[in-house]
């Protein structure tokens, strides 16, 4: 179900800074979240919004939310959005089952995923999560296939461990509880666990198994028909990743402009960013381009292990002209 987001709430400041000045010369963009809008992942894009990057690219956008990256991935291919949220791998996923879309940016170059693991069970390498309980968010998320992808580096199977799949918030709480060892998840678990005190070791999945972070989907039918409203989107996107990059603290109050629902959690929101900045988005020689090796060994994996009944052509998988 996709879920409209008002946009006088989300970006009311970047409307009224930049005035329309021929809505003929402007295209709409709908732009689809894999969950809500106000999660602190969507930031470049919200930030994008309220200081009028993606309207300095002739774009009027508007934020909906969907239900996952695979869900994305099928209204983005159907066309019923114009642009979607998912990570480097959906395309390798949905693509098999004959949706058609792609990814036309990476942000950043780290993997997105990250395992953390308590200090205080003994662990001291990703071997040893062997008969431990590690957390993902399910066992059709990415966090999952990751998790798969990390523990075959290390001569594991997911029959070693004891993977639970309690939903985006038990991701941490169970870790942070001490009902679970580790989690293999996004930033935003890993600050939610050491919100509480908890001692983790963290652990990029990309040490392991090259794993992406979050991507910009775009369909064969809108590349072919609108590529200057995908190549403005990139670009207003990638400019607020720049911005978060170079100063997370000022990031977080252009956030927070945008968002006002987060106003109050300037200390967690930091912590978030700074996270992104230092250990998701860094890495590529060209920010936002996909790394073609890269995309071609996790499709490899992808069909090996059966994550995916068919591997398709890694050329069909994404598009680097609009970085």
């Given amino acids: ?40 992942a969507f930031a470049p894009f919200q930030i994008a919004l309220s200081k009028g990057y993606y309207r300095a ?7 909906l939310s969907g239900n996952g990256s695979a869900d994305v991935a099928k ?17 390798i996923i949905v693509r098999a089952n004959g949706v058609p879309v792609r990814d036309v940016a990476i942000l950043g ?12 069970r003994g662990i001291g390498s990703i071997k040893d999560l062997k008969g431990k ?18 523990l075959a580096k290390n001569g594991l199977t997911k029959n070693d461990v004891n993977v639970v799949a309690p939903g985006s918030s038990g991701v941490a709480q169970l870790v942070a509880a001490g009902t679970a060892d580790a989690m293999c998840g996004v930033p935003e678990h890993i600050v939610a666990i050491q919100q509480t005190g908890t001692p983790v070791v963290i652990v990029s999945c990309d040490q392991y198994f090259p ?4 991507s910009i989907l775009a369909s064969d039918q809108i590349i072919a028909r609108r590529p200057s409203a995908v190549r403005g989107f990139v ?3 990638l400019r607020a990743v720049r911005d978060i990059m170079r100063n997370p603290s000022a990031a977080v109050q252009d956030y927070i402009s945008a968002v006002p629902a987060r106003r109050g959690e300037d200390e967690v ?26 995309l071609s060994i996790v499709s490899n994996f992808y069909a090996g292990a059966g994550i995916v009944e068919r591997k398709v052509s890694v050329a069909d998988l994404y598009s680097n002209q609009f970085v």
Wanted: aromatic letters at 8%; charged letters at 15%; glycine letters at 12%.
């Fill in 75 to 91: 209204q983005v291919g159907a066309s019923n959005v114009d642009l979607g949220g998912g990570v480097g791998e959906t395309p």
């Fill in 269 to 294: 929101l930091l912590k978030t960013l700074t996270f992104y900045a230092q250990q998701v988005y860094p890495g590529q020689r060209q920010l936002g381009a996909i790394d073609v090796p890269r």
């Fill in 133 to 150: 309980t590690v957390t993902v968010l399910s066992y059709a998320d990415t966090s999952y296939f990751t998790l798969l992808g990390v």
């Fill in 235 to 237: 670009r207003g996107t």
């Fill in 211 to 214: 794993s992406m972070a979050q």
């Fill in 57 to 63: 690219e002739s774009l009027e956008v508007e934020f």
């Fill in 109 to 120: 170059g780290r993997s997105l995923h990250k395992i953390a693991y308590r200090r205080d």
């Fill in 1 to 40: 179900m996709i879920r409209r987001q008002a946009l006088t709430l989300l970006g009311g400041g970047a409307l009224a800074a930049f005035p329309r000045t021929g809505s003929a010369q402007t295209e709409k963009v709908r732009y689809l979240f894999p969950s809500a809008a106000v999660v602190t």
